[in-house]
């Protein structure tokens, strides 16, 4: 019995709100979003529905089963008072509940100039709405893009815009792409790929800003080595900020770093103290994990939102006192430049890699991570067969470098 609320209705609070009836909860479900679509998946928006493959309504997140929730599209919650059990929302009404599950996800980083993010021509993309804004502003005619900032999505759509003949420049600070997930050596690989590709790729170098002209539309853009470039379309894909504004002042251990709980999911107050009513999941939430000394990490990737609503909500209406744990490793995948991009672990906490299988010269490879003389993460370009063994390794903390697969490994499978 009792009342679950919902705040966020995209992919962790969908899944979370399925696995809740999964597992038996028969209470009142209320799901709050503050978009006004019905829950929808966004790795489409960088790869197909740019190029025109889908339209963004083609994205909406197929159901695994019936949930029977009040679903409450539109509008925003604002507060959440914990004393009283209260979400308050922007339209000034109380929601009551007894549980509480935080899902409310990031949203882009905004390009830091107000003025220059308004002007015409100037897009970040997060939701629907930005994807059909920039796939419209793509499929107008000859267009001079601008990437500002390399990371995965910027590189997806870097990647799309040669796929639909565009003339494209990728400006990046660090020295080559997908640095911070990735790390320098597999950045230098990604670097000559996006070159090959055609992509005017500078870095080392920010835009320093954006220029428009009389009309507001987008002309140009000036870079931090004093070069001014001719634009049409801006993409800002400089990393994202956690929605965790509207829990200001409620005593939950939120802030720019996200929500912090614990390794099940439950929301810790800013004592530290792991609270019973409240939760966490998605790319919000930041819990600490035991593979990787306990730090708490940033997992914005789709895997982690699906499987961390699932342990959440077995958690919430469990009666079993021995609280499942976020053991999962995290993984994410990425389309770019004709390669399969797929990872496991955290690359980023490696400090020492080295080439296990394939070929760095066909884009066709497996690199494995170590810290301190075990194997933390692997990625693969175009060979995501391997993803499980490596997984496995991982998830054992196994030596590193570790060992080749051996013939007992699964091999590919023929059909
Ligand atoms: P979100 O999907 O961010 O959903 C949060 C929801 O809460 C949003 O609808 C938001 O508007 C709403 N909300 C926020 N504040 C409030 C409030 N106060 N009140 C009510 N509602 C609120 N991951 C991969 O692993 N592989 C990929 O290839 C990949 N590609 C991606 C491409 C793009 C363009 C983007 C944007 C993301 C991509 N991701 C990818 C990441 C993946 O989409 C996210 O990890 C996933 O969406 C996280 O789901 P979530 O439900 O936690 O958060």
Redesign the pocket.
Known sequence: GGRIVI???????LRAAEALREKGFRGQLTI????PYEPYD??P??KQVLLGHAPADHTKLPRRRAIDAEWRFGV???GLDRAAKHVHLANGEQVRYDLLLI????RARPWFNPAEAALDGVFC??TRDDATGLREALAAGPRRVLIVGAG??GS?VASICRELDLAVTVCEMAEAPLVGALGGVIGRIAAEMQRDHGVDLRTGVSVTSLVGDANGRLQSAILSDGSTIEVDVAVVSLGSKR?VE?LEGSGLAAGAFGVGCDAGGRAFDINGVATDSIYA????ARAPHALYEYQFLAM??????VLGAEVAAHNMVSLEPDRRPHLLLPG???GQFGVNIKSVGVPSFGDEIVFTQGSVESRSFVAAYGRRGRTVAAVTFDQGKWLEYYAGLIAQSAPFPPPAPGWDQPAEMTP
């Open positions: 705040v966020g209705a995209s992919l962790a609070g709050i979003g503050d978009e966004r790795p928006l960088s925003a919650a604002t899902a409310t996800g990031v993309i997060r995965f999505i997806e929605n509207w999941v998605g790319d919000v914005e990737h789709w895997d982690n939102a994410f995948w990425s």
